[in-house]
């Protein structure tokens, strides 16, 4: 009578394992699989995928730096970022809505929004920060939560002739941009009372570049390819403090106006922005004019709320022009000499960064010049 073979009597095998007998531990042709974007279905899960594809995508591109850039994006990548992008409404590069909008999560659900309890979904090359750098710029759209929240009560008071309304939305409002001063001052203020969050000279050196994008960038003249959608180069600007819609608004609500050149750029950033952000700042474009409210019912309160919002816009333009020169203008000053005199130093962080950012932002306009003509443009609307 035959015995019945046991499980462990049964020839060995490597198979069970995923060993192969030609290669051994090595996967035999890894799959390179299409990725599918049918699955995604809320808002939510459609800004998680354009966050990890756009750095996915910011790496790929700008890992051997700006002398070796690559020329097509595959389309393993290309064609799922593409699709994610024209559901969005957005464009397949790292936009604000990505790295700062859409790229943080508590790590105590219950506890505060605030440095400390903050962290980054997904990071770019530059350690402790890039965690800032985004951090800090999170917690300044943050701070501006009631001057959004007093748009509605100021267009509907202008709408209703109250201004005893406006005047209170007015002082939320001014109150709300000091708000975003300060937080701005975390990003890097040595006579501030908070730590230090992003050096100056990692940002300019290592993580700069990883936010740039391939329009007005002469490392990348011609645009890159994205393989599988278009057989011609396409091209997008980098991320850029312009594509935030905070400023759009406060822009538009207090009637400011932008030289062509300027206005041209901001109104440009917009196409980087959520639609429904965009279509916000286009609706309150359309509103009657405030500033032409304030002038037309002469009252001291009123008017010296909205000169105090005018103030505290260009207080806050101000000092992002000492931000910029602090993180950008010194920085590249000093890579700079150090090429001039030939000495290009791994010890010089700035020494790695590309040249052809020095005179420009990310997004690419002239950045010092488009700075101060856009706060000199807001100090025009004064009463």
């Known amino acids: 009578m035959a015995s019945?073979?046991?499980?462990?009597?049964?020839?060995?095998?490597?198979?069970?394992?995923?060993?192969?007998?030609?290669?051994?531990?090595?996967?035999?042709?890894?799959?390179?699989?299409?990725?599918?974007?049918?699955?995604?279905?809320?808002?939510r899960e459609l800004r998680l995928a354009h966050l990890a594809l756009s750095v996915m995508t910011m790496g790929y591109v700008w890992q051997e730096g700006e002398d070796d850039t690559v020329k097509m994006l595959p389309r393993n990548l290309a064609i799922p970022y593409c699709e994610v992008s024209q559901r969005l409404g957005l464009p397949p590069i790292l936009t604000h809505a990505d790295a700062v909008l859409a790229n943080w999560r508590k790590r105590d659900p219950q506890g505060l929004f605030d440095m400390e309890n903050l962290e980054l979904l997904v990071t770019l090359p530059g350690g402790d920060n890039v965690r800032g750098f985004f951090m800090v710029t999170l917690l300044v759209e943050l701070?501006?939560?009631?001057?959004?929240?007093?748009?509605?009560?100021?267009?509907?008071?202008?709408?209703?002739?109250?201004?005893?309304?406006?005047?209170?939305?007015?002082?939320?409002?001014?109150?709300?941009?000091?708000?975003?001063?300060?937080?701005?001052?975390?990003?890097?203020?040595?006579?501030?009372?908070?730590?230090?969050?992003?050096?100056?000279?990692?940002?300019?050196?290592?993580?700069?570049?990883?936010?740039?994008?391939?329009?007005?960038?002469?490392?990348?003249?011609?645009?890159?390819?994205?393989?599988?959608?278009?057989?011609?180069?396409?091209?997008?600007?980098?991320?850029s403090a312009a594509q935030s819609s905070l400023l759009h608004c406060f822009d538009e609500l207090l009637g400011v106006k932008h030289e062509a050149k300027s206005g041209a750029f901001l109104t440009r950033m917009r196409n980087y922005m959520p639609p429904s952000h965009k279509r916000l700042i286009q609706d309150i474009s359309l509103q009657p004019s405030l500033r032409g409210f304030v002038q037309q019912q002469a009252c001291e309160p009123l008017t010296a709320a909205f000169q105090l919002c005018v103030t505290k816009l260009l207080a806050l333009r101000s000092y992002h022009i000492n931000v910029v020169s602090r993180f950008i203008t010194v920085p590249a000053a000093r890579a700079r000499q150090l090429r001039n005199q030939g000495n290009i130093s791994q010890e010089e962080t700035v020494s790695r960064a590309p040249t052809a950012l020095e005179e420009t932002g990310t997004g690419g306009s002239g950045i010092m010049s488009f700075l101060k003509t856009v706060r000199d443009r807001t100090r025009d609307v004064s009463i």
């Not at 198979?15 to 035999?28: C, N, Q």
């Not at 008071?157 to 109250?162: L, S, T």
Request: proline residues 8%.
């Open 4 to 43: 019945t073979i046991t499980d462990s009597q049964k020839p060995f095998s490597l198979d069970p394992y995923h060993v192969s007998e030609e290669f051994g531990f090595i996967l035999p042709a890894p799959l390179m699989p299409l990725l599918n974007t049918q699955f995604l279905e809320s808002h």
């Open 143 to 239: 701070a501006a939560v009631p001057a959004i929240k007093s748009i509605p009560l100021v267009i509907n008071g202008v709408q209703c002739g109250d201004a005893e309304t406006v005047t209170r939305a007015l002082e939320e409002f001014s109150q709300a941009m000091q708000g975003m001063t300060d937080a701005l001052k975390l990003m890097h203020d040595v006579s501030y009372v908070v730590p230090v969050y992003v050096k100056p000279e990692v940002f300019y050196g290592i993580m700069r570049i990883y936010l740039s994008g391939w329009k007005d960038n002469s490392s990348m003249p011609a645009g890159l390819v994205y393989e599988g959608v278009q057989a011609e180069p396409m091209e997008y600007s980098g991320g």
